[in-house]
């Protein structure tokens, strides 16, 4: 017979202040909880005001960053002692149930993840800043694959020709981004001045770095003289996670492997940051297919290697996305 589990305010508060260090698209952080006392369950819903209908129409970013958030609940709940008890999309009927997390009594050796990924939810920040051109140690690379393939999932490193592919495919997207006014509103909204969602952050509107590497730069302002062309790393070190579906359930699958990929990255001191633009546009998102089934649904790109840390999120609080 099960244990109840004796949860207090001050404990579920941290819970679900590790689960909101996940990252999120233009940081929408696109979710609320909702604690069931009976059963001592955590539910994750998903916060459609807060979704992206025209840089992510079919939720699927949204699905990745509840995954990465489920991830994080996982890890704080095994934390404090107890086994996380899993269930995605437990409800059909309830299509923004994306997720519960029960919390049982668990005997010794019950997290088998390495010890370290708790610390590290706090650390992980992207970094879109210029990285060295030290190489990531292929023991370390080989965890990271690992990590990706506990979830289900499959982590690629591109060699340098697929890289530059890669790259190419992103600087089209995000070129593409840049004309739909549509996006480009969308984005201002959640990223730029006058937005109203009444959450202050460090970003302040798109800008790539100088075109060395496609990526959105939202703080390139503040470093600028960081940011010659020349000052970024020659061989960008670029990792592509894939899944073998594309429904609701793989892009919460996949979530979890990203997160589980970025923080035992930023265990190893690395930085990281996720080039989504391809991803954005399904002809695209098909050109970054690597390899051959059953793992031919591209669902991000990890860029990773050696640098300055990123400036961190603003977070909502715990307490204000703790629903009744």
Not at 10 to 39: G, I, K, Y
Not at 146 to 160: I, K, Q
Not at 279 to 307: K, N, T
Request: proline residues 6%; hydrophobic residues 40%.
């Amino acid at each position: 017979m099960e244990q109840t589990v004796n949860l207090d305010a001050a404990t579920l508060e941290e819970l679900v202040s590790a689960a909101v260090a996940a990252p999120s698209m233009h940081n929408t952080q696109p979710w609320r909880f909702r604690l069931d006392p009976d059963s001592v369950t955590i539910e994750l819903h998903a916060a459609i005001e807060r979704s992206l209908p025209y840089e992510d129409p079919h939720g699927r970013a949204l699905h990745l960053s509840a995954g990465a958030a489920v991830f994080n609940l996982q890890l704080a709940v095994a934390h404090f002692g107890w086994l996380p008890v899993t269930r995605t999309l437990p409800e059909p009927g309830t299509p923004g149930l994306l997720a519960t997390v029960r919390l049982v009594e668990a005997g010794r050796g019950a997290n088998s993840r390495r010890g370290d990924l708790y610390e590290s939810i706090w650390r992980r920040h992207s970094s879109r800043l210029p990285f060295t051109d030290t190489d990531i140690a292929r023991s370390v690379r080989q965890e990271l694959i690992e990590a990706a393939h506990a979830e289900g999932c499959r982590l690629v490193f591109a060699e340098p020709p697929l890289v530059e592919r890669l790259l190419v495919v992103t600087a089209k997207a995000e070129l593409r981004n840049r004309r739909d006014a549509d996006r480009a509103t969308e984005s201002r909204r959640w990223t730029g001045h006058g937005r109203d969602v009444g959450l202050s952050t460090a970003v302040l509107g798109p800008q790539d770095s100088f075109e060395r590497l496609p990526m959105r730069d939202f703080g390139a302002h503040r470093h600028p003289e960081e940011l010659a062309s020349d000052a970024f790393e020659r061989a960008p070190v670029i990792a592509l996670l894939s899944t073998a579906h594309d429904r609701r359930a793989d892009w919460l699958r996949a979530g979890q492997a990203l997160q589980h990929v970025l923080l035992v990255a930023t265990a190893h001191h690395l930085r990281t940051s996720l080039m989504h633009q391809a991803l954005e546009w399904i002809d695209l998102r098909r050109e970054l297919v690597v390899g051959h089934a059953p793992f031919s649904h591209a669902q991000m790109l990890v860029r990773l290697g050696h640098g300055p840390p990123g400036a961190p999120s603003e977070r909502r609080t715990a307490r204000h996305l703790l629903v009744d």
